[in-house]
């Protein structure tokens, strides 16, 4: 299994690019189900969740063509032969999004059989909300040896109101919604940008949604949806995260290629005393000030995201005083913390609250990711440990980051990957 090996203690200098949104892709593909001819999407992130998405769409007979050489980051889909509406419990077990089939399946094949995603390092993550919107649209679900099977001649447009505010919840009866007969309402939905994105490629597909970003979302169903080509927003945590780089190693950084309005997070890094300037699709980080302790809540948008929450923490360990870190999102998500005080962090867990008290130097360790964003704050707090901090099972950050240690190696970080090497798509001349 590859492992990073980071040498701490330089400042980041330069510019880093922001890559597409995970939690854009993932959904915009999904989307592609709903429809038989192609959806061509760019900006796509080049991260291991986009590869099992792929595997999942044609799986059920689908086309996907991720692009090469200049095209890198361009996905054409074409779901035209969707011969089995089904996702395997082999693939949805490595990535929970992959739910995400459920809702555009029922409505464009009148089935769908989808397997229950299971526990996560992060939560229990149950998908009721979603079984529950999609019996509000009038689909017959029964849940079996592990699999949600959901069937409807055709979704009936409706009320849906989520019990709690869910991001792919939201997302999913989007577009199930879309193809209903009829016009759903639906009500205290997720206001996330990625939300917001979906719904823009939705409407290019011929949908016709209003409110997508605002708590409610109003969809008036069509009978058919047709290709588009759309381009997915840039990746507002990856975004975070390399600001709180550029501020935890004293450097200098521009974070090129993000959409500032989406970085709602950036007023409480302020509080801490990051220094950001913002402009139109860049931010510029100064990391010479003092940082002092302060507390934070993770909340739905445009709260502070529970996927900034570990990279908080990280900070959170070198800022003077202490910061009370709750996390309301997700019960189990303080994997990390355990990493961090074996690096020499002063962390102390009560319930779904942990207690930083810093300053407290770093000093270099062998540590274990647990999953997507625990693995991100520990690239953190390696870049300023004292010594060689050796990050094992880094698949974790594949699934999200876009060859993370190239990016930092190229605004100065000592960073490099152990391991067999990230297979590099071969640069296809003319594609
Ligand atoms: C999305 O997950 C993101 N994933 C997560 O990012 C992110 O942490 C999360 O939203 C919150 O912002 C994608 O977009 C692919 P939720 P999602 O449904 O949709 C409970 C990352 O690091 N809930 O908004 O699965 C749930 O258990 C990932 O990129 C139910 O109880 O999250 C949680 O406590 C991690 N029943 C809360 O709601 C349901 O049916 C919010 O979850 C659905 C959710």
């Keep these: ?5 980071i040498r701490g203690g330089n400042p980041l200098l330069g510019t880093v690019r922001v890559s597409g949104a995970k939690n854009a892709a993932l959904p915009a593909m999904a989307a592609s189900i709903l429809t038989e001819e192609p959806v061509i999407l760019e900006n796509i992130p080049d991260v291991r969740d986009i590869q099992t998405t792929r595997k999942l769409l044609e799986a059920m007979g689908g086309e996907v063509e991720l692009g090469y050489g200049r095209a890198h980051h361009r996905t054409t889909l074409c779901m035209k032969n969707l011969v089995s509406p089904e996702a395997s419990y082999d693939l949805v077990k490595t990535m929970r999004a992959s739910t995400l089939v459920l809702g555009p399946l029922v409505a464009r094949s009148g089935r769908a059989r989808v397997s229950l995603p299971g526990g996560c390092a992060i939560g229990a993550r149950p998908i009721d909300l979603h079984i529950k919107g999609l019996e509000q649209l009038g689909a017959k679900i029964a849940v079996e040896h592990g699999y949600v099977e959901a069937s409807a001649e055709r979704l009936q447009g409706g009320e849906v109101v989520f019990d709690r505010i ?3 919840g939201t997302e999913d009866l989007m577009m199930a919604a879309a193809l209903a007969d009829g016009e759903t309402l639906m009500q205290n939905c997720a ?6 994105d979906l719904a823009a490629l939705l409407n290019k597909m011929g949908a016709r949604i209003e409110g997508a970003g605002t708590p409610t979302i109003r969809i008036k169903g069509v009978s058919r949806l047709k290709g588009a080509k759309h381009r997915i927003i840039p990746d507002r945590i990856e975004a975070g995260t390399f600001i709180v780089a550029g501020a935890l190693t004293g450097g200098d950084l521009i974070i090129a290629g993000c959409e500032p309005r989406h970085l709602t997070f950036i007023k409480k890094l302020e509080e801490v005393g990051v220094k950001v300037k913002h402009d139109v699709d860049s931010v510029r980080v100064m990391g010479d000030g003092p940082l002092k302790g302060c507390d934070m809540v993770t909340e739905e948008f445009p709260g502070f995201p529970t996927d900034m929450q570990a990279q ?9 005083g ?3 870190i709750t996390e309301n999102i997700f019960e189990n998500r303080f994997m990390h913390a355990g990493e961090l005080v074996r690096m020499g962090a ?4 009560e319930g779904r609250r942990a207690i930083v008290r810093g300053k407290t130097p ?6 274990l990711a647990s999953d997507l964003r625990a693995s991100a704050s520990l690239v953190l707090a390696g870049l300023v440990a004292d010594g060689e901090t050796i990050i094992d099972r880094v698949y974790h950050i594949d699934r999200g980051y876009e060859r993370i240690e190239e990016k930092l190696r190229a605004v100065g970080a000592r960073m490099k990957r152990i391991g067999e090497m990230l297979p590099k798509r071969p640069a296809l001349v003319g594609s």
């Design 362 to 367: 770093l000093s270099a360790a062998a540590v």
């Design 322 to 324: 202490s910061s009370i």
């Design 166 to 168: 869910t991001v792919t």
């Design 312 to 320: 908080f923490m990280a900070l959170a360990t070198q800022a003077e």
């Design 346 to 349: 002063n962390i102390k867990i």
């Design 1 to 5: 299994m590859d492992k990073f090996v």
């Design 191 to 196: 206001r996330e940008p990625e939300v917001a």
